[in-house]
């Protein structure tokens, strides 16, 4: 499952596609992506079953591969798929580094949210207008900067033996996009406002902020970050209580992050609290899923299991986070006692087969993708690996491409659910 989550990841480019590309039902698309802005803006994830490339969630999809891949390299490279990785993350971090296309300027979004979501067709097909957004100094996007600097030092680190100057190049760029960040601030989406409807950063700046200056931090070993990151701490409040780790709440994860470079108790007790609120208050389902939103309910289950099987590895109650990580991943992956049924697709028992997600929906051409919405049966393409976003707080749950909210698919979802994968790889 851990080999499939990495074919979701190639299911999912944009782009031209490379000669070892492994889902063979997919082809190049988008190659004029950023010709309206005289850029070239080809490659990158396609963000869900939809067809936009929104830089936010793609970004910390990036980081949260890596952090998997640095800090899970045995899993993975037990389960031999150490190169998949890095080729996940370097897939976008390739694309992040051509949308840094001037000091404190940023294309953060290409492709326009309700012009693609009403087209329900292969993206090799597409037609539409694909405008180009930026963020720069008139109109910044802290968050998107800061979070886009956090992916490219966490693949500075990927890179650092296999491709020095890769990893340098990743690396100077992040530490850019970082001041850009901290100088001019705002929300992003004030300035990329076709994202406010489906992307908001709820949880303001702060979070991406300090993120950011932390993995800069464990790049570079430079104590200045540390302390910016403690200054980020302070100003922005990050110490209080925590519902989740996602794309747009990155605490928990700065918690980790911060313990694992200072060895603070002032960051190990709010770690600490939030795996027992976890474990002890947070909402479940009848089954024994830990639920924290209603939306895409599983990848929020697969983030924090991860972040839990982190913190057994790293010496928090060991065996208790490791057997509760296991147990949410073991959910996702069949064992509910109400379905034994697998969330992934392509794996294990009774798995979906109608993922919200257009490009698998298609047949071949030259047959047409009209009628897959509203075809009855499974998708004409498994799109293995990809994880659901699952059941309704009462457990019920019903494999229906239409109802996106259960079914849909996304990069962000399988981010932190592929590292928690290679930690039971490791933990087996």
């Not at 499939?4 to 990841?9: A, C, G, I, R």
């Not at 080809?42 to 890596?66: C, E, I, N, Q, R």
């Not at 405008?131 to 680190?157: C, F, N, Q, R, V």
């Not at 087969?353 to 047409?368: I, M, N, V, W």
Request: hydrophobic share 35%; proline share 4%; aromatic share 14%.
């Amino acid at each position: 499952v851990l080999c499939m989550s990495y074919l979701f990841y190639e299911a999912q480019r944009s782009g031209p596609l490379p000669a070892d590309q492994r889902i063979t039902w997919r082809g190049d698309s988008a190659l004029g992506d950023g010709s309206d802005v005289g850029h070239d803006l080809t490659g990158g994830y396609y963000d869900a079953g939809d067809h936009v490339k929104f830089g936010f969630p793609m970004a910390y999809t990036s980081t949260v591969l890596a952090w998997g891949l640095i800090d899970f390299a045995d899993g993975h490279e037990a389960a031999g798929q150490t190169e998949y990785a890095q080729a996940a993350v370097k897939w976008t971090t390739d694309y992040f580094l051509k949308a840094h296309t001037a000091k404190d300027e940023f294309y953060g979004q290409v492709g326009k949210g309700d012009l693609d979501h009403s087209y329900w067709g292969r993206p090799e097909d597409m037609i539409m207008e694909r405008p180009s957004y930026k963020i720069d100094e008139a109109h910044p996007g802290s968050d998107l900067a800061a979070e886009t600097a956090a992916a490219l030092a966490g693949a500075s680190i990927v890179f650092k033996e296999k491709d020095p100057a890769y990893a340098a190049k990743a690396l100077d760029v992040a530490k850019e996009l970082y001041e850009f960040a901290d100088k001019y601030r705002d929300l992003y989406d004030n300035s990329i406002t076709d994202a406010t409807s489906y992307y908001h950063s709820w949880s303001g700046y702060g979070d991406e902020l300090c993120w950011a200056a932390l993995w800069l931090a464990r790049a570079t070993g430079d104590d200045e970050y540390l302390t910016r990151a403690r200054g980020h701490w302070e100003e922005f409040n990050l110490s209080g209580a925590v519902v989740q780790f996602s794309w747009d709440d990155k605490r928990a994860g700065v918690f980790a992050l911060f313990w694992l470079l200072d060895g603070s108790s002032e960051y190990s007790d709010p770690l600490n609290k939030f795996l027992d609120w976890l474990k002890n208050e947070a909402s479940y389902t009848p089954e024994g899923l830990v639920y924290l939103d209603s939306w895409g309910a599983n990848r929020h289950a697969a983030n924090v299991a991860f972040l839990s099987l982190w913190a057994g590895k790293n010496g928090f109650d060991t065996e208790a986070n490791q057997k509760w990580g296991r147990e949410q991943i073991g959910q996702l992956l069949g064992a509910n006692s109400r379905y034994h049924r697998s969330f992934v697709v392509g794996f294990g028992e009774d798995p979906p087969e109608r993922p919200h997600h257009r490009s698998s929906s298609c047949p071949y051409p030259p047959a047409d993708c009209g009628g897959a919405f509203e075809n009855p049966g499974p998708n004409h393409h498994v799109l293995y690996g990809a994880l659901v976003g699952g059941p309704a707080q009462n457990g019920d749950y019903t494999d229906d491409r239409k109802d996106y909210v259960h079914n849909e698919v996304a990069c962000d979802y399988n981010a932190a659910f592929t590292g928690a994968l290679a930690a039971l790889v490791e933990i087996s």
